[in-house]
């Protein structure tokens, strides 16, 4: 088995641009990060990658850090960038007591967030851990700190000075990053994920529609009514454009205004984005 990431948020490298009418068109090439056993080596000491991925998260400066509930390696929080994933997996208390890895010894993770020199990790226990690295080192990150009691988490994001937490009873808390100190929190039945944009608001996936929220609860506008089955999906914004993901074959991005986007040929449908720099995407080739 092998894990397949786009190289556009891995390495920043590979772009060419064109145009179509009067927005870009830009490329990118695929390539395969590894394979499931490429040497030996356990608890992190080869290159052994996880068995699946329940959450993603990637940086500005291309690493992917990728979270599941098990794995055998201990690496249930891994680290991918340019074709290598972490050696160092990342420990509760930093291994002290004799545990090997999140997942070998400790509750495994569930969701993930990174942003500068912090990794933010809610594992299955409702414990919310903070690690500190130096990004894009993927071997640096060690333990820092946790907050225990925070509850059982559906998604977590992190952006500016705020940390966001999706309970399963849908919760919505909003931490400061730094000193993970509560500073707001509302419920929304049936909420699943949320992205932080750049105007500190907050996308919301809530059942099957999309609705913006202030950092209070606040109802912004902007909705998608009709977003059908999302609980298998990753969103993420990019630019204006926010993008849900099903695969390599399922690609839609979602815009407040009635041109129509695609990417691969897709359908796309609309909501409440601002109209700027947006351009088309068109997947061109795979490596590997």
């Not at 992190?44 to 390696?73: C, K, R, S, Y």
Request: charged share 20%; net charge neutral; hydrophobic share 40%.
């Amino acid at each position: 088995m092998a894990v397949l990431l786009a190289s556009q948020v891995l390495t920043g490298k590979g772009f060419a641009q064109e145009t179509l009418g009067e927005y870009p068109v830009l490329t990118y090439q695929t390539h395969w990060l590894g394979n499931s056993f490429p040497g030996l080596g356990s608890h992190g000491e080869g290159q052994w990658v996880q068995n699946h991925m329940e959450a993603l998260h990637v940086t500005p400066d291309g690493v992917a850090i990728a979270v599941t509930h098990w794995d055998e390696a201990g690496r249930c929080v891994g680290l991918y960038r340019e074709g290598r994933t972490n050696n160092q997996v990342l420990k509760q208390y930093d291994g002290r007591g004799g545990a090997q890895g999140l997942g070998m010894g400790e509750p495994p993770s569930r969701c993930v967030a990174a942003v500068e020199d912090f990794i933010y990790v809610v594992n299955t226990e409702g414990t919310l851990l903070r690690f500190r690295w130096l990004s894009p080192d993927i071997d640096s990150a060690r333990y820092d700190t946790q907050l225990e009691g925070v509850a059982k988490a559906h998604a977590l994001d992190a952006r500016g000075e705020h940390l966001v937490i999706v309970t399963h009873a849908g919760q919505v808390q909003v931490r400061n990053r730094r000193t993970l100190e509560l500073q707001s929190s509302f419920t929304l039945v049936h909420a699943r994920d949320v992205i932080i944009t750049p105007q500190a608001t907050l996308w919301m996936l809530v059942g099957d529609r999309i609705i913006q929220r202030s950092m209070s609860g606040e109802s912004l506008s902007g909705e998608i009514a009709d977003a059908g089955n999302l609980l298998r999906s990753r969103w993420h914004l990019m630019g204006d454009c926010l993008w849900r993901t099903m695969g390599l074959d399922s690609k839609y991005c979602f815009t407040s205004w009635g041109r129509t986007l695609g990417w691969s040929g897709h359908s796309v449908k609309r909501a409440g984005l601002p109209p700027a720099n947006l351009g088309w995407w068109r997947m061109t080739s795979f490596g590997g």
